[in-house]
């Protein structure tokens, strides 16, 4: 990591916020924590609102891990790669689907998915995270294709899942922050 690693005596927290974190993160810091921690106000934001984006949606979470693993791989963010290939797994996903997601991300998906191993509706989250990380505005067509499977407040919703780990990948490439061995 560029930065050295938060601890207490290096910087105080309030216990209120290191209770928050350690709570979410079942009993230890990980390391974006140990980075994010050098300041209170963005450490308390960021638990506060990861902590809505990551169990407070409707959009499926198969569909926000999807769109997650996509922006881990596009931006070469293996940190995030990482923690949420696991999750895409525990939310319904299947190592066919990420081994047919590493390849769909090989071969320009934001000009379109057409991989075996992912569902029309996948192919299309794939495609709309791509465009997201890649050239930022998104298709119109592909923005109507997506209206055919999800709601508005879905749409909301993983745009805004694509969106914040975006800004994770960003945070965890500039500062050099690696996986917890």
């Not at 998104?138 to 914040?164: G, H, K, M, P, W």
Request: glycine share 6%; with cysteine; aromatic share 6%.
């Amino acid at each position: 990591m560029r930065i050295p690693d938060w601890t207490p005596e290096a910087q105080a927290q309030s216990p209120e916020l290191m209770q928050t974190i350690l709570a979410r993160r079942g009993g230890a810091l990980l390391n974006l924590d140990k980075a994010l921690l050098w300041s209170g106000p963005v450490a308390q934001g960021w638990h506060a609102f990861f902590q809505h984006v990551r169990a407070d949606l409707t959009v499926s979470r198969k569909l926000s891990e999807l769109g997650i693993c996509t922006v881990a791989l596009l931006t070469g963010a293996d940190y995030e790669y990482h923690h949420h290939a696991p999750d895409f797994l525990k939310a319904g996903g299947t190592a066919a689907e990420l081994s047919a997601l590493q390849l769909a991300v090989a071969h320009q998906p934001s000009q379109g998915v057409s991989q075996d191993g992912l569902g029309s509706l996948e192919q299309l989250v794939v495609q709309y995270a791509a465009q997201m990380t890649l050239q930022i505005a998104v298709d119109e067509d592909l923005f109507r294709a997506l209206q055919a499977y999800l709601n508005s407040t879905q749409l909301v919703e993983l745009t805004t899942v694509i969106a914040a780990y975006n800004m994770v990948a960003r945070i965890l490439l500039t500062l050099q922050i690696t996986p917890e061995v």
